[in-house]
Antibody
Framework: QVQLQESGPGLVKPSETLSLTCAVS?????????WGWIRQPPGKGLEWIGS???????YYNPSLKSRVTISVDTSKNQFSLKLSSVTAADTAVYYC????????????WGQGTLVTVSS | EIVLTQSPATLSLSPGERATLSCRASQSVSSYLAWYQQKPGQAPRLLIY???NRATGIPARFSGSGSGTDFTLTISSLEPEDFAVYYCQQRSNWPPGITFGPGTKVDIK
């Protein structure tokens, strides 16, 4: 059974960098799938942040591209998100996800972690 | 950039009734469309992929149809656990990416 678990600070100060890690269990991150991040501001809809393949190829939402870095560590079977220069608008539940075939469907989801941007 | 529009925003129905949810794309997405269900405090759950294929473990009362720009998610007979928010999602080849519709909330009438 594939499981994803996000970890990282729940509170980040404005202008700082948000950093989250997603640990994958039950599946080798190198075996396939794209791995990505999706966020959901409180009471709002879903927004794709970006995706990475185990080879390191990355795809980012154009609206966030200048601030986002997604990386993968196959030795630890995990991948990470960094979002720089955060503001209150980046407050959201952040989900890590396993994505089939470059985006046909998001088959696996982490439980989500709330990140609040506040001083 | 492809934009997804969902209608209605809210659908008020009773258990046992049929629910019909619509998702429209601003340009053709072929059959690269998925549907998700999200309940409060939970992550979304994949229901349908490639427009009409049920994901593993999804009950047969959920069905998807459509291609090109117009898609439909149908719940044939609403169960109490089906009251939730439903999102459609597409993937684009260039630029590579994923977009979601704004969601349809199915609530109890």
């Amino acid at each position: 059974q594939v499981q994803l678990q996000e970890s990282g600070p729940g509170l980040v100060k404005p202008s700082e960098t948000l950093s989250l890690t997603c640990a994958v269990s039950g599946y080798s991150i190198s075996s396939g799938y794209y791995w990505g991040w999706i966020r959901q501001p409180p009471g709002k809809g879903l927004e794709w942040i970006g995706s990475i393949y185990h080879s390191g190829s990355t795809y980012y939402n154009p609206s966030l591209k200048s601030r986002v870095t997604i990386s993968v560590d196959t030795s630890k079977n995990q991948f990470s998100l960094k979002l720089s220069s955060v503001t209150a608008a980046d407050t959201a539940v952040y989900y890590c996800a396993g994505i089939a075939a470059a985006g046909n469907s998001i088959d696996y989801w982490g439980q989500g972690t709330l990140v609040t941007v506040s001083s | 950039e492809i934009v997804l529009t969902q209608s209605p925003a809210t659908l008020s129905l009773s258990p046992g009734e049929r629910a019909t949810l619509s998702c429209r794309a601003s340009q053709s997405v072929s059959s690269y469309l998925a549907w998700y269900q999200q309940k409060p405090g939970q992550a979304p759950r994949l229901l349908i992929y490639d427009a009409s294929n049920r994901a593993t473990g999804i009950p047969a009362r959920f069905s998807g149809s459509g291609s090109g720009t117009d898609f439909t998610l149908t719940i044939s007979s609403l169960e109490p656990e089906d009251f939730a928010v439903y999102y459609c999602q597409q993937r684009s080849n260039w630029p590579p990416g994923i977009t979601f519709g704004p969601g349809t909330k199915v609530d109890i009438k």
